[in-house]
């Protein structure tokens, strides 16, 4: 029952975002924000905590202000997900600013294929959508939904814009390579992974778990892995791309892992404290306090 309830919500607001007009929908997306800001549900909390760890110099006032910008921006992202496909390409490509560029056409020509890490920031599938519009072939990974049609409506939503979505499984790494091994650029957002096989990270000298899947994936098909940083801008979004992370020489391949992926923790976190309110995680990130393992 409360999984049929949580699609047709989804839906609801899917085709509720739709029909208004462009300036009504950001102004209700903001409404929900402001009332789930001031309900100070779990998600807010969460963000709140979490923001806390980024701005320790903040007083209660100051980042109970971030906390809210970071709610309107966390609704943006819906708002702008639920009316994607209304865009056309010259809306998508005119509204994207990259940074950087260079590390991600260059490294995306040498034929390798591309391996994109990137947090929960700003729209990372804004982003995506960017890159399709240009023809250039993306595969991504999506963590497994329920109920099955709400999860099978949100891949549908991505292969609407270009990407290659696939389900978060066992096998996902095999197909991951293949791409790569075309030429093909893989896109995986990769700040959280609470479970056992998550790399254990320092991250805003805290102790935390990244998924190590973009590191291994380098590893194993020598294709570059840069880190990407996305931000919300009042025209769309900007795209921040860094210089590719070398494969460690020495080590064994888990500590190879663990350097690449540390490294990418640091970058996350320098453009987390540029740009704290686009950091969606309503979620738990570290793993200290009342953390408590979960299962694979």
């Known amino acids: 029952m409360i999984e049929t309830l949580r699609y047709f919500a989804y839906a609801s607001c899917w085709k509720f975002l739709r029909m208004l007009p462009e300036v009504s929908a950001y102004k209700f997306g903001n409404f929900v ?169 320092n991250f805003f000298d805290g102790v935390a778990r990244m998924p190590g899947g973009p590191a291994a994936l380098a590893i194993q098909t020598g294709a570059p892995l840069i880190t990407a940083y996305v931000a919300y801008q009042p025209i769309g979004i900007t795209i921040t791309f860094e210089a590719p992370i070398a494969v460690p020489i020495s080590g064994t391949k888990e500590e190879q892992i663990l350097a690449m992926t540390q490294k990418c923790a640091d970058r996350f976190a320098a453009n987390i404290s540029k740009f704290p309110e686009d950091w969606h995680m309503l979620q738990r990130i570290w793993v200290d306090g009342d953390f408590m393992e979960r299962s694979e």
């Open 33 to 201: 924000a402001d009332v789930a800001f001031r309900k100070n549900g779990k998600g807010v909390i969460r963000l709140k905590a979490n923001l806390a760890r980024v701005r320790p110099e903040f007083s209660e006032a100051e980042l109970n202000n971030l906390v809210k910008r970071a709610m309107r921006s966390y609704l943006r992202y819906w708002v702008d997900t639920f009316r994607f496909i209304d865009w056309d390409k010259s809306k998508i490509l005119n509204s994207a600013k990259i940074v950087n560029e260079e590390y991600f056409y260059g490294s995306l020509a040498n034929g390798k294929g591309l391996i994109v890490s990137l947090p929960h920031a700003g729209n990372w599938d804004h982003a995506g959508a960017y890159f399709c519009a240009q023809d250039i072939p993306l595969t991504t990974v999506v963590e497994h939904l329920k109920p099955e049609r709400l999860f099978k409506k949100f891949l549908e939503h991505r292969e609407e814009m270009g990407m290659e979505a696939l389900d978060l499984n066992a096998r996902v790494s095999a197909t991951l390579a293949q791409r790569l091994r075309s030429g093909k650029l893989v896109a995986l957002v990769a700040d959280r992974d609470l479970s056992r096989s998550g790399i254990t990270v």
